[in-house]
Nanobody, 121 residues
Framework: QVQLVESGGGLVQAGGSLRLSCVVS????????VGWFRQAAGKSREFVAA????????YYGDSVKGRFTVSKDNDKNTAFLQMDNLKPEDSAVYYC??????????????WGRGTQVTVSS
């Protein structure tokens, strides 16, 4: 059974940082890319970032480029999303997801349940 579990969300002031983690089990983690998505209240889900299976290729949504960094540790079956210089508009539920092949900005078969990030102004 494939499981993805996010953690690290919380309340932070604007300009602050958070690091999200996504622990994955039930699949060959080093053969899967991991994507991060977010959904704010009343809005559609948005692509945030993705990292390829080996960790060498990284992709970012326009709204987070230069502020967020995605990575994965295949030895620990864990992916990370480092979020710096957070803004109130970054507030959302953040989800991690896994898939084997590109494109990495959509169409993921496996999803976590999400972690809430709230940025106060």
């Amino acid at each position: 059974q494939v499981q993805l579990v996010e953690s690290g969300g919380g309340l932070v002031q604007a300009g602050g940082s958070l690091r999200l983690s996504c622990v994955v089990s039930g699949l060959q983690f080093d053969e899967y890319a991991v994507g991060w998505f977010r959904q704010a209240a009343g809005k559609s889900r948005e692509f945030v970032a993705a990292v390829s299976w080996g960790g060498s290729s990284k992709y970012y949504g326009d709204s987070v480029k230069g502020r967020f960094t995605v990575s994965k540790d295949n030895d620990k079956n864990t992916a990370f999303l480092q979020m710096d210089n957070l803004k109130p508009e970054d507030s959302a539920v953040y989800y991690c997801a896994a898939k084997e092949s590109p494109p990495f900005y959509n169409d993921y078969p496996y999803w976590g349940r999400g972690t809430q990030v709230t940025v106060s102004s």
